[in-house]
């Protein structure tokens, strides 16, 4: 449900335990199920150059148009 985290600490100096700094969420990998009908090799050609990007890409889904996610397809 939650993107991974890193937690900023410090060990005590000279002590036992530590400081707690703060928390980092890092990131997120999750698969979606697409359904197509009649796609055709041109259109599977177009499909393979909108994803293949390197660069980070807005992500919107029809049930939350208000939202965007900022994604990276791998």
């Not at 055709?40 to 049930?63: A, H, V, Y």
Request: with cysteine; proline share 5%.
């Amino acid at each position: 449900m939650l993107p991974t985290f890193t937690d900023a600490v410090v060990q005590v100096p000279g002590g036992d335990g530590t400081y707690y700094w703060n928390t980092y969420y890092t990131q997120k990998t999750f698969s979606i199920d697409f359904a197509f009908d009649d796609l055709r090799d041109e259109d599977l050609r177009k499909l393979r150059q909108m994803l293949s990007t390197k660069s980070i890409k807005p992500l919107i889904f029809d049930e939350f148009p208000y939202k965007k996610y900022m994604v990276k397809c791998a």
